[in-house]
């Protein structure tokens, strides 16, 4: 039994079916990867597990550690450890760094808030009376969401394109503060449609239209980067032999 699972979960938004009876496990103290083509249904499944609104009317289940989340708004399931680090982080005028890292941290000493943002490469005496706001870069906003993170001791984070418009330097970073939060007992789900990212994780699942296709260590799902599709029942799926 996995940390977190999911199970036949079925979403409708619009009217048009977006996850149809997701069923995985995501094991505890482990990177896992989340890979696919865009539109695919990752950032929906990710938005699904935390709770966000518009997002928690569905069929299926989810379970964190054999509980059932249905019901819980974001908050409820952030206070039993489950986040999420979001593809754009957000900016909240006039708010400063060190305010936003203790907001959620267990403990919002100073040090503590201070010892987080070197982890993710960033000075505290630069940073922690910064506002988050456009006066950042979008690869310093990303870390100093990691930061927070980092802070918050979680039990599962979900990443959302965690390589989105950031530098190599940056993005080693968040790769290594991935790194910190496993070795802190935390589960890692990255949902990525990046190579690189995927070669940082230990176990991956393949999405596609809303499916899971298929599952494995990450060698076996980098053949989606090769071929660029796996084969599956999908009305567009390639023929064999053609480049995709």
């Not at 865009?38 to 550690?65: C, E, H, M, W």
């Not at 305010?99 to 503590?112: N, V």
Request: charge should be neutral; glycine fraction near 10%.
């Amino acid at each position: 039994m996995g940390v977190l699972e999911v199970r036949d979960l079925t979403l409708e938004l619009g009217g048009r079916k977006i996850l149809n009876k997701v069923s995985l496990d995501f094991w505890e103290g482990r990177i896992h990867a989340l890979v696919g083509p865009n539109g695919a249904g990752k950032s929906t499944l990710a938005s699904t597990i935390v709770g966000l609104a518009g997002y928690r009317d569905f069929d299926g289940d989810v379970l964190f550690r054999g509980e059932s989340l249905k019901g819980l708004t974001v908050d409820e399931r952030a206070r039993l450890g489950i986040t999420l680090a979001w593809q754009e982080p957000a900016r909240f005028e006039g708010l400063r760094v060190h305010r936003f890292i203790a907001a959620g941290a267990r403990d919002k000493g100073r040090e503590r808030i201070a010892s987080a943002l070197e982890q993710v490469g960033l000075d505290p005496g630069a940073y922690l009376n910064r506002a988050v706001d456009k006066t950042l870069s979008g690869g310093e906003r990303k870390r100093i969401e990691l930061a927070s993170i980092l802070a918050m001791e979680p039990k599962v984070v979900l990443m959302d394109e965690p390589d989105s418009g950031i530098d190599v330097e940056a993005l080693e970073r968040i790769f290594s503060a991935a790194k910190t939060l496993q070795a802190n007992g935390a589960t890692v789900i990255q949902i990525t449609h990046s190579r690189a990212v995927l070669k940082q994780s230990e176990h991956a699942f393949l999405m596609c239209n809303g499916q899971i296709i298929d599952k494995g260590h990450v060698d076996r799902i980098a053949q989606y980067f090769e071929n660029r599709c796996l084969p599956c029942d999908h009305v567009n799926a390639p023929v064999v032999g053609e480049p995709a």
